[in-house]
């Protein structure tokens, strides 16, 4: 596929991005509207979702966690929302070519020192975090489908997750992720909003994010 590059080429070329991850995420949607539709960026729409979501986290959020960044669109579009001192992204993902692209995207944007890349597998970074003891304020899931409810039960079951913390899963409908929508949304540990919008850059495919906070004992 090549739209990472193609994507990366087009960024590069507009000198308003360069120290400017808003400018940079514009740039991108843009390109993926008008020439590279599907694209699995998490794209505009459903990047107000999470934004909206970020916010959400109860307290500070030191540190947030994505599972899966394609070329880096999320990346950059949550580390521009990291405000505390210290706070870090640690961004999952075995794509070769997309550390690649994703660290030229980082870097033309000022956020390098806000991001960990991690070129892994989910359960095996999750279990890496537990053997610092840190917990996560702010996890998205954007990986294999089929990981979501594995991985997020695994963080349960390892106290990852504070009290507070938010959690976002994309594409629970489109590719689907049933089963995690269906254990999610029976748990009284999560307080969960399903969003209703569309497939990345489209206005005709149906999908869904599902926003889920954690309440830990309450």
């Known amino acids: ?5 193609r994507a990366l080429g087009e960024v590069l070329r507009q000198p308003r991005c360069a120290g400017n991850p808003d400018a940079m995420l514009e740039c991108i949607d843009t390109f993926c509207w008008n020439h590279a539709p599907l694209t699995m960026n998490v ?3 459903k990047g107000r979702i999470i934004d909206a979501a970020f916010r959400k986290v109860r307290g500070e959020v030191l540190l947030a966690v ?3 960044a394609f070329f880096g669109y999320s990346t950059v579009r949550i580390a521009r929302l990291l405000q ?6 640690h961004s ?3 794509s070769a070519m997309g550390h690649a692209v994703q660290a030229k995207l980082l870097a033309h944007a000022g956020q390098t020192g806000q991001v960990e890349c991690v070129y892994g597998y989910s359960s095996d970074h999750l279990r890496a975090l537990a ?3 840190v917990q996560i304020d702010f996890l998205f899931l954007d990986h294999v489908k089929d990981l979501y409810l594995h991985d997020l039960q695994l963080a349960l079951s390892l106290n ?15 590719p689907g992720a049933p089963e995690y929508k269906a254990w999610v949304l029976k748990q009284a540990c999560f307080r969960s909003e399903v969003h209703r919008t569309y497939v990345e850059y489209s206005t005709v495919i149906k999908d869904e994010v599902l926003v889920s906070e954690y309440l830990g004992d309450e």
């Open 66 to 68: 994505e599972m899966g």
């Open 84 to 89: 505390a001192e210290g706070a870090k992204l």
């Open 43 to 45: 794209g505009d729409v």
């Open 131 to 133: 053997a610092r003891g």
């Open 1 to 5: 596929d090549p739209t990472p590059t």
């Open 92 to 94: 999952v993902d075995p």
């Open 160 to 174: 990852l997750l504070r009290p507070g913390a938010v959690v976002v899963a994309d594409n629970i409908l489109m």
